[in-house]
């Protein structure tokens, strides 16, 4: 079994880039590669993390500038030869805008910055990123985000729950999808998604803010720990 190779983007105003590399080089045991948004060419690696943060400030619209980065066309290039794309907060923007993932996201619904910790049930286990989870099963993850609020047209919404393409939705800790639940107004709920292939991972929670006991749980840990099993 070969090592996961794995590589982290870093835009400017990345502030979760060294998080996701602690909590991946916890699980793959060395570190992955920092590579910088300006660079046109990615190592060989079998995974692409695009980070959180406030890539170019948001300055224009959440990841619009960073979609259009060089080394965006080489990530879409990347995944779209199979290699597994995860973009978390930031990055699930990002992966919208360069159009790897389908929908938007938009303000949250009460105009506000929310950053707080989230339950969230797994709807499928039947993917690279969520293999080490249950289908079903609730999980806490943190959220930090001001646009965080999915939306897509009600076609693409069908579509996405037709081909089971809903990653995770926001839920009560008893598992129940609730207007209560939902932190930002996302259709249906919805906290992350899928791309066709499910070998593409866009979710607006943090796994990587709990991936370690000391950092207050670690249900983020199964997606990196799950992540080298399927891809070494």
């Keep these: 079994m070969k090592p996961l190779q794995a590589a982290v983007i870093v835009f400017p105003g990345s502030n979760c880039d060294r998080d996701v590399a602690t909590a991946l080089e916890a699980s793959m045991g060395h570190a992955p590669a920092m590579v910088w948004h300006r660079d046109t060419e990615l190592p060989d690696v079998d995974l692409v993390v695009v980070p959180g943060g406030f890539s170019y400030g948001d300055y224009l619209r959440c990841g619009a500038m960073a979609a259009h980065s060089p080394i965006m066309r080489e990530v879409k290039a990347r995944a779209a030869k199979g290699t597994p794309v995860l973009g978390i907060c930031n990055g699930f923007q990002i992966l919208t805008e360069a159009g790897l993932l389908p929908g938007i ?22 993917s690279p990123f969520t293999r080490r989870y249950n289908a079903g099963t609730v999980v806490r993850f943190p959220i930090a985000h001001a646009e965080g609020n999915f939306f897509a047209d009600a076609a693409t919404l069908e579509q996405l729950e037709g081909d089971g393409r809903v990653a995770f939705r926001y839920v009560t800790p008893d598992g129940e999808a609730s207007p209560e639940a939902n932190p930002n107004g996302s259709a249906r709920n919805i906290a992350g998604i899928y791309d066709e292939t ?35």
């Design 105 to 126: 996201l938009m303000r949250n619904a009460e105009l506000k910055f929310i950053c707080k910790d989230v339950h969230l049930r797994v709807e499928t286990s039947d």
């Design 198 to 232: 499910r070998r593409v991972l866009g979710l607006m929670p943090h796994p990587e803010r709990l991936a370690e006991a000391a950092l207050g749980g670690t249900d983020g840990k199964a997606m990196f720990d799950g992540l080298v099993e399927a891809l070494s």
